[in-house]
Every structure is written in structure tokens, then in C-alpha cells.
């Protein structure tokens, strides 16, 4: 299969392999910043074929994992009310809220929860059930957010009025600056996200690369393209250039998609958002535009105030900076499993806890 069966061929992995041992002279740590690279890293043991001077960090680059309790305790909220059909991904119904709650168990308590695959699904279920309010839960990265812009751009065309959104979407540049800049940062280099980079390009990459003196290398998700951008990070950091590279160019230009990016912009600003376990991060989110804010659930529907308390059971922020493996939290696999998660990256097909349970449960 074009794509897939040549970034998984064992021979040109066992090259890239010894090309690394090759040119390593002396430790570095790359962080992977998506949950995608992170799944590929502990399902094939990428790590582990590695010298023992690299270390790779996992990264925050999770979207279900890193959306606020206080976002989760809203949703939960309007799937718990009557007159709204919820529309989700999956991957969102499983990760609890503030008392432990989840979408799951408002469903089976007779919330109408739906999971969709596309935002587009929820504007056709809106024009189905015109007496009903339809919220779509927004999560993901830059990599989703095309989709949710042309749904809302779509509902204003079409005058569809029970449609809105409950926007948790995340950018990744300032997560990976937060991470950087933190005094304890012991990043050497950065594998950053295809997807995400499809969509964004990697010019605004130039700049975190060039002020943290940091590599950055655009990578795909498949084994050859995680080990060929692990060694293009090394290349540079044993030579002492800082550039942004880009492993992943059968996907990902240095524009970007433009198209997407003039949609994202027409529909969406930046704001502050906080992230689940880290805490607050400076234009990492996202809101409607004035122009669309008709779809924004936060206006259309009212909230108690609340004061919203993370778990300290689930250490989900040093796993999700890359400060701590899931293996050294002490729920792993006892009091956190899949089947009865304490936190989000147990719960998400991206997160960090997920992989190692599902992969390599009993080493250390
Ligand atoms: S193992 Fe569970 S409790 Fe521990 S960090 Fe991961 S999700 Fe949180």
C-alpha cells in the first residue's frame, strides 16, 4: 500500500536505526508533541531500538487529554439537559469530569449523547430535529478545526439556528513554548506534528526554533518517518544548527493549507485557554468570532459558576510535559486502568497512559 507498507519496511528501519547509533556522540532528549507519534513510538518499540543517549519525551500534543475538567463539567452539563441532542467524538464520552462523571454515564442515564465523526454529521442531525438544540463538542488540534469552521460557516450559510459549539480546540506553537521556556525544560529537540502542519505549514515554527535555540523537525506517524525525523533532530543537534525541517513533505508544505487557514480565521480568534493538568496558556485556544458567536453554546445556554478542582490522584501534567513516564504514576494499571480511568491520557486512543497499558503494561 502506497504510504504505509514503506514507512513500516524493516529494512530501511534497521538503517535509519544504525545511521542513528552512527552519528550519536553524547545524550539528547526529543520530544514527540503528538499522542499519534507517541502510539507509533511505544506500539513498535521505536524507543527501545534507540542508543541509550537518546531519551524521547512524550509531549502534550493530545487534544482529549489536555481539555479543561471545567470544559468536560459543561458538557456534561448540556448532555444532561432535555432539550439539547449532544454530539461528540468517542474518544470524549469516556474522560471524566469534575465528580468523576463522564458523557458515558449521562448517556446511559437517558442524556441524548451522540458520537459523530465529523461536525457536518451534527449539522445534518440539527436539520433533522429542528425542535431540539444540537451542541457539537469542538476538540482537537489544528488538525480538526478546518472541519468545525466549515460547520459553522455552513450553519450561518444555511440559517440553521439550533446548531452550536462547546469549543475546546487547542493550538499546539504556544503549548510547545510553555514547555521551552519553563525553567525545568529539558527538551533538546522537538519532533512536531505532520497533521497539524498540513494544515498550519511550519512558518510560524521558524521563530520558537530560532529564540529556544531548538531544532524542530516536521514528522509523520509511521515507524521510518518517526526514526528518519529522530535522526534528522540529531543530525542538527550534533552539528549545532537549529533549523525547522520537515520529514513528513509528502503531507506538509511550508504554507501550509491556506485555504483552511483563511476559513480558520474567518470563523475563529485566539484566547487563552487552560489545559487539563498544566494550567493556562496564552492564545492556545480558540473562540468564535463576533460575527459567529451565535453558535458559541457558552452564550446560547447558562452555567452555574463553579469553582472546578483536578483530581491530585492523576499526575496527567508531568506526563503530559514530558516530566514523568506513566509508569511512574502510581495508579497506573491499580487504580487506573481503561476499564476504570482516573484520567484523561488513560482514556484517550492518543494518550500517553493508554499506550503504555495497552503496549508495554509490565516493563519499566
Ligand atoms: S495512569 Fe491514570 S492517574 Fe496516572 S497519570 Fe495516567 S491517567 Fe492519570
Known sequence: MKFVDEYRNAEITRKYVAAIARITTRP????????????????????KLLPPEITLIHGPGCPVCVTSVDLIDKAIALAANPEVIFCSFGDMLRIPGSHS??????????GDVRIV???????????????????????????????????????????????????????????MELILAAPNNCVDGFLAAGHVCTVT????????????????????????????????????????????????????????????????????????????????????????????SKFDALNRFRFKDTTVQETTDCISGAILQGIKKPHQCQAFGKHCTPEHPLGAPMVSSEGACAAYYRYRQLVS
Open 28 to 47: 539528547w532528549k526529543i520530544m514527540e508533541i503528538c499522542g499519534g507519534q507517541t502510539h507509533s513510538i511505544v506500539k513498535y518499540g521505536i524507543d
Open 101 to 110: 462523571q463522564d458523557l458515558l454515564s449521562v448517556k446511559a442515564g437517558g
Open 117 to 175: 465523526y465529523s461536525p457536518l454529521d451534527a449539522i445534518k442531525i440539527a436539520q433533522q430535529n429542528p425542535e431540539r438544540q444540537v451542541v457539537f463538542f469542538a476538540v482537537g488540534f489544528e488538525t480538526t478545526v478546518p472541519t468545525t469552521a466549515m460547520a459553522v460557516y455552513r450553519a450561518s450559510q444555511l440559517g440553521i439556528d439550533n446548531f452550536s459549539l462547546l469549543v475546546a480546540h487547542v493550538l499546539v506553537p504556544p503549548a
Open 201 to 292: 505549514g511550519y512558518q510560524e515554527y521558524q521563530a520558537i526554533a530560532q529564540k529556544y535555540h531548538t531544532p524542530i523537525v516536521v514528522t509523520g506517524f509511521e515507524p521510518v518517518d518517526i526514526l528518519q525525523g529522530i535522526y534528522m533532530c540529531l543530525k542538527q543537534l550534533e552539528t549545532g544548527r537549529v533549523e525547522v525541517e520537515n520529514q513528513y513533505a509528502r503531507s506538509v508544505s511550508y504554507e501550509g493549507n491556506q485555504t483552511a487557514q483563511r476559513l480558520i480565521s474567518e470563523v475563529f480568534e485566539t484566547v487563552p485557554r487552560q489545559w487539563r493538568g498544566i494550567g493556562t496558556i496564552e492564545t492556545s485556544g480558540l473562540r468564535l468570532q463576533n460575527e459567529y
